[in-house]
């Protein structure tokens, strides 16, 4: 028998992108243990096929589709499978994302790859009764990003950073437009602004003992958080226990933004 917990997804159906690695990774299987069904999309199909595996071996439903979210017709596709698979869809959670890219490809991944999830899925929830969509941003959506210090000459400054923080503040206020805009008809939109987290993306970062000391010290829990500290605030949001959650960009960050 199930506890409150194992069911408060019971009866949803979610879209996870990037759920091949890290937070999307983890937040499928937390979804999947409270319960919903979920489409597990990335652009590494592989990598989505081996959360499914994680998330079948505890006993939870789940399909894995391929996606690259900068792909309109690909968003619409993954829309039309878990329609085809499990009847129906009621939560999206728009995850992907790159850092260390240049400009256009960050931009295109993380801006308007999430305008292509909402796009989508604002329309589709509001015809089909309302549904849940969460958007990870960042801290880096909140303010600009400090690095340890590196260089005094200007010339040396790496501006790739630039195209995270515009794109992450982007999400932002996506956020809130179409949560405004949506909201009359059932449909949900909130963001996630996670600090430091302890995922793939961050390794390079964090193989560094100096840059791991720095990147501790944004956090005033002292550490950096673990992708499941993520999927648990995601899996809240998708759920009925946030039913009167609009329009928010909720910090999961240790402290990060608190100073
Ligand atoms: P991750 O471990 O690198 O996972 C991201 C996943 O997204 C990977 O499987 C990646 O595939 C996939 N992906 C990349 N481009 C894609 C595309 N165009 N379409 C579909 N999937 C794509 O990163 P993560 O740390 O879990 O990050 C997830 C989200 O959290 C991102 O939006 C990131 O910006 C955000 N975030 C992360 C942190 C952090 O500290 N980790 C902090 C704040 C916000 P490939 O590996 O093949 O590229």
Redesign the pocket.
């Known amino acids: 028998m199930g506890t409150a917990l194992d069911s408060r997804l019971n009866d949803k159906v979610a879209l996870v992108?990037?759920a091949?690695?890290?937070?999307?990774r983890a937040s499928a299987i937390r979804f999947a243990a409270e319960g919903a069904k979920v489409l597990c999309?990335?652009?590494?199909t592989q990598?989505a096929e081996g959360t499914v595996g994680l998330i079948a071996e505890a006993g939870g439903a789940a399909d894995s589709v391929g996606?690259?979210?900068?792909d309109q017709a690909q968003m619409e596709a993954a829309f039309e499978r878990a329609v085809e698979q499990f009847g129906k869809l009621n939560v999206l959670f728009n995850?992907?994302?790159?850092?260390g890219s240049e400009w256009q490809q960050t931009i295109d991944?993380?801006l308007t790859?999430v305008h292509n999830g909402l796009l989508r899925g604002a329309k589709f929830f509001a015809a089909n009764g309302g549904g849940s969509i969460i958007n990870?941003a960042?801290?880096?959506g909140l303010a600009g990003l400090t690095g340890p210090h590196v260089t005094d000459d200007p010339d040396e400054i790496q501006p790739n950073v630039g195209a995270y923080v515009a794109a992450k503040h982007g999400v932002v206020g996506l956020t809130k437009q179409f949560a405004v805009t949506f909201g009359r008809f059932g449909v949900r939109v909130n963001a996630i602004a996670?600090?430091?987290?302890v995922?793939?993306?961050?390794a390079e970062a964090r193989s560094d003992d100096a840059t791991e000391e720095y990147l501790i010290s944004l956090h005033p829990l002292g550490r950096l958080g673990q992708?499941e500290e993520i999927a648990a605030a995601a899996s809240f949001l998708a759920s009925d226990d946030a039913s009167f959650i609009n329009g928010v960009t909720l910090p999961v960050d240790g402290g990060y933004t608190a100073r």
Do not use: H, Q, R, W
Request: proline letters at 8%; zero cysteines.
């Open positions: 992108t990037g091949g690695s890290g937070i999307g999309a990335d652009i590494d990598a996606l690259d979210v900068t995850n992907a994302g790159i850092a991944v993380n790859g990870t960042s801290v880096a996670p600090g430091y987290i995922t793939p993306m961050t992708p």
